[in-house]
């Protein structure tokens, strides 16, 4: 959200895609086996190409705990020309759990949400972001920082 409104203070377009806005609408049919994660990601990645073929920065920030669901959405962004940015919010499972606002850690111990990634479903983390944020490390300004200077070095700002 921070990304969002330092792109809006700059006079710049852009949409945030999460799992609130896009679960509870589009998506809202899918469970968390890993056949609907796959199609969770794939419709977002379906969604962020026609927000960037609008002139749109799509900023999408969902848990994808596969390579082979990333790598896809990458070939469908590239195969079109359009710029893909992956960044690795890395957050380790202890900092996630502490910071956890809606309960959704402490429930997944406690066996009541199923396939919940880092507890009983596998995390891929990626292997060659474009980024790689360290939110144990890095304050949120920083962060933001570093996106925005990569976006400016990319030509996309």
Do not use: W
Request: aromatic letters at 8%; a negative charge; glycine letters at 8%.
């Amino acid at each position: 959200m921070a990304l969002e409104e330092a792109l809006y203070e700059r006079g710049k377009l852009a949409y945030r895609l999460d799992g609130d806005n896009i679960r509870h609408g589009i998506n809202k049919n899918l469970g968390f086996s890993e056949e609907d994660r796959r199609e969770n990601i794939r419709r977002i990645g379906e969604v962020a190409k026609l927000f960037v073929d609008a002139g749109v920065i799509a900023l999408t920030s969902f848990i994808s705990p596969y390579r082979v669901d990333r790598r896809m959405v990458r070939e469908l962004h590239e195969a079109e020309g359009m710029d893909f940015i992956e960044i690795f919010v890395d957050c380790p499972l202890e900092a996630a759990e502490q910071r956890d606002p809606k309960g959704l850690y402490k429930k997944a111990r406690a066996g009541e949400i199923k396939n919940f990634t880092g507890i009983d479903d596998p995390y891929e983390p990626p292997e060659h972001p474009e980024l790689h944020l360290r939110t144990d490390q890095m304050t949120l300004e920083e962060e933001v920082a570093t996106i925005l200077a990569y976006l400016e070095q990319r030509g996309i700002i």
